[in-house]
């Protein structure tokens, strides 16, 4: 949370460029703060399939999940609601955990006198 405010990621296909924009637009006036893609690939924005700009929006999706409190990935139409989501949780839950193990480690060297 930012003050009162929660932190909104919206993960989805990027070829749901209208639901974005109209969900992004209604959790910000519900009082979210909302972070949402900067490019819409699967809709018109060629420059996402340049192989260091795919690599580099990848990632920074990866640090937008870090910084949220709730993820949005209903989008689109419920049919399509549970298409890979299982996958995309247990994705996201595992990134994390990498982090969190990663920080683990880092600190346990610190306290042995490993990393200065």
């Known amino acids: ?29 519900e009082g979210n703060i909302v972070i949402s893609v900067g490019l819409f690939g699967h809709s018109g924005d060629k420059e996402v399939w340049t192989p260091c700009i795919k690599d580099m929006l990848d990632d920074m999706h990866l640090r937008k999940i870090n910084m ?3 993820f949005w990935r209903n989008l689109c139409k ?24 990663n920080f683990v480690w880092s600190f346990g060297l610190i306290l042995l006198g490993h990393l200065a």
């Open 1 to 29: 949370m930012q003050g009162k405010y929660k932190v909104v990621t919206l993960c989805d296909s990027t070829k749901f460029k209208n639901e974005f924009l109209e969900t992004q637009k209604r959790l910000t006036l």
């Open 68 to 70: 949220a409190d709730i």
């Open 78 to 101: 419920i049919l399509r609601l549970c298409q890979g989501i299982v996958l995309s949780i247990v994705s996201r839950l595992i990134y994390r955990l990498v982090i969190w193990l």
